[in-house]
């Protein structure tokens, strides 16, 4: 079982920064999973922010926030972070980490990621 916990969410004006942490645990957790952020804002559906493969060669970015975030994993701590900068109200939602067992790429797919963390709030002030 594999075990998905963020971390790093909070309140933060517009232009602000915001680090999300998600920290994998768990016997069959692998190296060579992929990695991806999500996000739910209130009404919407959940959509793909980013996602970083196994290999960490390749990284993959919704449009809307290209320049803005940057996704990274240390393999040490078995942790994936979402580095955002210049935050915006429309950045408001909750945002969850995911890892697939099934492919080693960016996946930007939601069906392809197995594990899910619980989420964490980030809501950005205007």
């Known amino acids: 079982q594999v075990q998905l916990v963020e971390s790093g969410g909070g309140l933060v004006q517009a232009g602000g920064s915001l680090r999300l942490s998600c920290a994998a645990s768990?016997?069959?957790?692998?190296?060579?999973?992929?990695m991806g952020w999500f996000r739910q804002a209130p009404g919407k559906e959940r959509e793909f922010v980013a996602a970083?493969?196994?290999?960490?060669?390749?990284?993959a970015y919704t449009d809307s926030v290209k320049g803005r975030f940057t996704i990274s994993r240390d393999y040490v701590k078995n942790t994936v972070y979402l580095q955002m900068n210049s935050l915006k109200p429309e950045d408001t939602a909750i945002y969850y980490c995911?890892?697939?067992?099934?492919?080693?790429?960016?996946?930007?797919?939601?069906?392809?990621?197995?594990?899910w963390g619980q989420g964490t709030q980030v809501t950005v002030s205007s």
């Open positions: 970083i493969s196994g290999s960490t060669t390749n990284t």
């Open positions: 995911a890892a697939s067992s099934r492919v080693g790429v960016a996946a930007m797919t939601a069906t392809l990621y197995d594990h």
């Open positions: 768990g016997r069959t957790f692998g190296r060579w999973y992929a």
